[in-house]
């Protein structure tokens, strides 16, 4: 079953059918990236445990990376890391196991400083700490030539590999994608798994996406904080926080969509006063927020006027005290 929620992943699959790759950096249309500010967070993992990779895989001898601790990959993110170096791993675990609700579910964060100096890892998921399940990665960089260790690739080749985006704005991952795996309950993820990319096009030493090609990333980076890093990981759905439902969904309308001067909310008049509103740009800057009691009529329909708002891509967060929808319009 298709859910809709996250407008944000229905408009990068489009962009991948239109023009052959995925969504771009943060910032511009069209990017799947969320600000480590935005309120779609709701928890942040509180023990990670690291396996330390090598400084250069293809050099045993060279020994391990040492940057950062285990702790810094815990709470928000905060540009405090730590490294995995080549072929090192990071355990996460959180106080509620993540759930499969509408759109995506959970977010990776490194600490890139640009749009295009990128290292990459794989992103795994287990129900009982011991199973994994890792999500479909495609890399469609070049493999004739390497990326040296300050090389740059592109975002718009990347998919489901964590490290797409810059500091501070989180790749996110929707459990769905693993709907009907072994070992693995996708409204039960108990511990979520980073497996850093070596970024060697070497086969002896390459990493290898879900089509068979080879992850060409910065390589070697042999210096203690080699490797990806790893700031943080937050929760959009958990067990207590699930996310509405498929039906109750479908009843949530925004429009017009693309929208004048103002636009207009459809909600579930149960609803009542128990509602609250956020709208971001496409960084994630917060707009504006505000409860929506004295402005929920007996229709269901709350009348926003927009025509502060530069012309552009906004999105907007409706939340009730244990639900969420999150939706997108076009200010013409």
């Known amino acids: 079953m298709v859910r809709k929620l996250f407008s944000l992943m229905v408009m990068a699959l489009l962009i991948q059918k239109l023009v052959g790759q995925f969504p771009p950096p943060a910032g511009q249309e069209g990017t799947t990236a969320i600000h480590a500010d935005s309120s779609a967070f ?16 293809a050099w045993p001898d060279s020994g391990f990376v040492s940057f ?12 405090a890391v730590v490294s995995l170096g080549d072929a090192g791993t990071a355990v996460l675990t959180f106080n509620e196991p993540i759930v499969d609700g509408p759109g995506f579910d959970f977010a990776v964060f490194e600490n890139s400083f640009s749009d295009d100096y990128l290292e990459l890892a794989f992103v795994e998921v287990s129900s009982d700490g011991v199973n994994f399940v890792r999500f479909d990665a495609v890399s469609l960089t070049q493999t004739t030539l390497q990326v040296d260790a300050f090389g740059l690739i592109e975002t718009e080749k990347i998919n489901n590999l964590a490290g797409k985006y810059r500091l501070f ?15 693995l309950d996708i409204n039960h993820v108990t ?26 990333d910065p390589w070697p980076t042999a210096f203690p904080s080699g490797g990806f890093d ?5 929760v959009i759905h958990n067990k207590s926080h ?16 693309p929208a004048g001067s103002y636009i207009v909310l459809k909600l579930p008049p149960s609803w009542g006063s128990r509602v609250w509103i956020n709208v971001f740009d496409i960084t994630g800057k917060q707009l504006s927020s505000f409860s929506c009691a004295a402005l929920l009529s007996e229709t269901g329909k709350i009348r926003m006027d ?9 999105f907007i967060s409706i939340h009730t005290g244990d639900a969420s929808f999150t939706g997108k319009f076009l200010k013409q």
Not at 42 to 57: H, M
Not at 230 to 234: E, F, P, R
């Open 169 to 183: 704005y989180g790749t996110p991952f929707n459990l769905e994608e693993l709907e009907g795996m072994t070992n």
């Open 42 to 57: 709701i928890a942040w993992a509180v023990n990670c445990q690291v396996e330390r990779g090598f400084l250069n895989i």
């Open 306 to 314: 927009i025509s502060c708002l530069p012309v552009g891509l906004y």
């Open 191 to 216: 511990h979520v798994r980073i497996a850093d990319v070596t970024g060697c096009i070497q086969d002896s030493f390459a990493s290898f996406d879900s089509q068979g090609n080879r992850v060409n």
């Open 242 to 257: 699930p996310g509405i439902s498929e039906d109750l969904f479908r009843s949530i309308e925004v429009y017009p969509n």
């Open 68 to 79: 950062g601790s285990d702790a810094h990959a815990t709470g928000a993110p905060d540009n």
């Open 230 to 234: 790893l700031d943080a990981i937050g």
